[in-house]
Nanobody, 114 residues
Framework: QVRLVESGGGLVQPGGSLRLSCAAS????????MAWYRQAPGKERELVAT???????NYANSVKGRFTISRNNAKNTVYLQMNSLKPEDTAVYYC????????WGKGTLVTVSS
């Protein structure tokens, strides 16, 4: 069974940093575009960042310049480095493939608050 397991979330003060990890039970070499998404309370899930197998990245305007997505296919893991965090970044963060999404993981909660 395909599994995605997100980790690394927590409570952080505004301006702080967190690094999220997403471990996949499939060979990421076979998946071109991977992405991080987030869902804030009472809102729909939104796309945060994408990365191709070649390392090309794209970001939502709201996180551009603050977040960095990366991947290590040898470890079947995707990362999201989040810096200069703001209260509006508070959400549950998920990863998944872009073109053919797998079963969603449980996500990891990021809370930005003083």
């Amino acid at each position: 069974q395909v599994r995605l397991v997100e980790s690394g979330g927590g409570l952080v003060q505004p301006g702080g940093s967190l690094r999220l990890s997403c471990a996949a039970s499939v060979n990421l070499f076979s998946i071109n575009d991977m992405a991080w998404y987030r869902q804030a309370p009472g809102k729909e899930r939104e796309l945060v960042a994408t990365i191709t197998n070649g390392g090309s990245t794209n970001y939502a305007n709201s996180v551009k310049g603050r977040f960095t997505i990366s991947r290590n296919n040898a470890k079947n893991t995707v990362y999201l480095q989040m810096n200069s965090l703001k209260p509006e970044d508070t959400a549950v963060y998920y990863c998944n493939a872009v073109m053919y999404p797998m079963q969603w993981g449980k996500g990891t909660l990021v809370t930005v608050s003083s």
